[in-house]
């Protein structure tokens, strides 16, 4: 990376008290020269305040409190509009229940500078990238909402539906974040799809993605049918080329 070029990890977190305090100890591990933000949505387990101590220990750290659970996309929103406020070069967000290893953090970052793009995807999808602990419907799943992101959005990467990217901030100052219509997880083809209209590139670097160990996973079946229904939007405007 430049000398002048600064990055911003992001954690949107809610209950993840029990991979926090190990996941951070990773992120600097392997990016020692990074800010760390955490959007907490009032954690009742102490996420939140664990992460008020550790900034108190580290000034790398920083802490967003909001007043509940409010969706992954809205947390993720408030971090790009806290990464574009504080000049960040560029915010590398990743999930916060240990799945998304930290060790690839080195490969994203020096993947957007490469390849010149926008948006480096850390991606289960392409060769040498996979999924460690997923049962058959988990993986079913998955195939098909890459599937139809890729038919209705438009979208050419292979993995959409995965939260381990780097963005460059200046381009995510293109988007028009009072338009974004989801706030859960269908948020990640959103924003990519905002992207790809704005003229944005997209690259993909294998990953492997770990199931989680510990805590409880925050995807049931009422998210997935609001995320295929946000998709199912989207794919109209997509069609009539409307915002």
Same mark, same amino acid.
């Given at each position: 990376?430049?000398?002048?070029?600064?990055?911003?990890?992001?954690?949107?977190? *809610?209950?993840?008290?029990?991979?926090?305090?190990?996941?951070?100890?990773?992120?600097?591990?392997?990016?020692?020269?990074?800010?760390?933000?955490?959007?907490?949505?009032?954690?009742?387990? +102490?996420?939140?305040?664990?992460?008020?101590?550790?900034?108190?220990?580290?000034?790398?750290?920083?802490?967003?409190?909001?007043?509940?659970?409010? +969706?992954?996309?809205?947390?993720?929103? =408030?971090?790009?509009? *806290?990464?574009?406020?504080?000049? *960040?070069?560029?915010?590398?967000?990743?999930?916060?229940?240990?799945?998304?290893?930290?060790? *690839?953090?080195?490969?994203?970052?020096?993947?957007?500078?490469?390849?010149?793009?926008?948006?480096?995807?850390?991606?289960?999808?392409?060769?040498?990238?996979?999924?460690? +602990? #997923?049962?058959?419907?988990?993986? #079913?799943?998955?195939?098909?909402?890459?599937?139809?992101?890729?038919?209705?959005?438009?979208?050419?990467?292979?993995? $959409? $539906?995965? $939260?381990?990217?780097?963005?460059?901030?200046?381009?995510?100052?293109?988007?028009?974040?009072?338009?974004?219509?989801?706030?859960?997880?269908?948020?990640?083809?959103?924003?990519?799809?905002?992207?790809?209209?704005?003229?944005?590139?997209?690259?993909?670097?294998?990953?492997?993605?770990? =199931?989680?160990?510990?805590?409880? $996973?925050?995807?049931?079946?009422?998210?997935?049918?609001?995320?295929?229904?946000?998709?199912?939007?989207?794919?109209?405007?997509?069609?009539?080329?409307?915002?």
């Amino acid at each position: 990376m430049g000398t002048n070029e600064t990055t911003l990890v992001t954690l949107a977190t *809610y209950n993840e008290l029990a991979n926090l305090p190990r996941l951070v100890a990773e992120i600097f591990r392997y990016a020692p020269d990074v800010d760390l933000l955490v959007v907490d949505d009032n954690s009742p387990d +102490g996420t939140g305040r664990w992460c008020d101590e550790e900034a108190a220990r580290d000034s790398r750290v920083r802490c967003i409190h909001r007043a509940g659970k409010l +969706g992954l996309g809205t947390a993720t929103v =408030e971090a790009m509009q *806290y990464a574009i406020r504080h000049g *960040y070069t560029y915010m590398l967000n990743l999930d916060a229940d240990l799945s998304h290893p930290p060790k *690839y953090i080195p490969e994203l970052r020096a993947g957007i500078v490469q390849h010149g793009v926008d948006v480096m995807i850390g991606s289960r999808y392409v060769p040498g990238g996979g999924i460690e +602990g #997923w049962p058959a419907h988990r993986h #079913w799943m998955s195939r098909a909402v890459n599937f139809t992101a890729r038919m209705l959005l438009g979208l050419p990467t292979r993995d $959409s $539906s995965g $939260s381990f990217r780097c963005y460059r901030v200046e381009s995510l100052q293109k988007l028009d974040f009072g338009a974004i219509i989801s706030h859960g997880y269908s948020f990640l083809e959103e924003v990519l799809w905002r992207l790809k209209r704005q003229g944005c590139r997209f690259a993909e670097t294998p990953i492997v993605f770990v =199931e989680r160990q510990a805590g409880a $996973s925050k995807i049931n079946r009422a998210e997935a049918r609001r995320s295929v229904g946000v998709l199912l939007r989207l794919g109209w405007r997509n069609l009539v080329g409307s915002e």
